[in-house]
Structure formats: structure tokens, C-alpha cells
């Protein structure tokens, strides 16, 4: 898995494949603002959000031969793997538990921002483009699900919508997503 200009974190996940620690530090120090981030605006709770930070590192550590970079990009990687595991540690409060937005929150971090990483390594344009082909609610649904981690149950709860209807938008529209992304 050797670094490429498209996703410049590629050899420090072969590193950590392999038990390089320093390359996990390295990884850390490049991306945590990112996935800290990531974490706080799922769960708006810094001391939780800290620790699901420091399960998605021990993730990372163990499931780093897992990484395929012909599927996605490091940080898409790891970035949901944060996500996933904010959402399980928001599920766990309760059934119609959701992230109440966290507004105006910026944390510094004098290391690179992850997020021009991210742009290196993914084409956010395209995807953007895609996100505004489809219909506003599609577009509104997977933004909310995906962007702020709010599960299919708070969301329906939310738009006063059955779970089932909340469901079928996001899956018809990831498939219109995916498609566009494909052209």
C-alpha cells in the first residue's frame, strides 16, 4: 500500500499493518482533530466523544490489515469507522436518543487539518454535485443521517415520518447517489 498523491495517509496504515506504532502516532496526530470532530458532532459531549475516540484508534490498531485502498481512502476509512462507532455509543442512550447539533464549535489542532487531507485524497466536488442532483428531501435525509450521525429511528421521529418511509429515502437516494458517482 504505498502513499500516493490521492490519499497521502496510505503508508502509515501499511505501517500500522504491520505494528508500527510511530506510524499509528503519526496517523493520529494527521487525523484526530478530523475524527474528534466527527465524534462530537454525533454525540455533543466532549468526555464521550473523547472516548469513542480512543475505541476508533484501538480500531484502527487492530483492523489496520483490513484497510483496502482500492475500496476508499484512509480517512474515508477511519472516518467512518468513527462514525459507526458514535452512532453504537448514541444508540446505547436509548431508542429515539439523536445529536442535537453542535454550533460554532471549533477545536484547534496545530497539526495539518485533516480535512484539506480530505480533500486530497476524495473528490468532495463530485460529491457534492451528486447530493445536489437529487431530490431535496433524498438530499436532506442522507445529509442528516450521514453528516450528523442521526439514526434512522431520530430521524423519522423527527420528520413525524414511519421508520420504514425514513428508510426507503435514504436507500433510494444512496442508490441515485451511487449511481451518479459512478458516471
Known sequence: MPATAADPLADLMARIASGDRAALRGLYQATSAKLFGVCLRILSD?????????????????????????????????????????????RARGPLAFAEPVEDMEIEDGAPRADALVAAAQDGAALSRCLSELDERAAAVIRTAFYEGVTYEALAHRLGAPLGTVKSWVRRGLLKLRACLER
Request: no cysteine.
Open 46 to 90: 466532549r468526555d464521550e466523544s473523547e472516548d469513542v475516540l480512543q475505541e476508533v484508534y484501538l480500531t484502527i490498531w487492530r483492523r489496520a490489515d483490513r484497510f483496502e485502498a482500492s475500496r476508499a481512502s484512509v480517512m474515508a476509512w477511519i472516518s467512518t469507522i468513527a462514525r459507526n462507532r458514535a452512532i453504537d455509543r448514541l
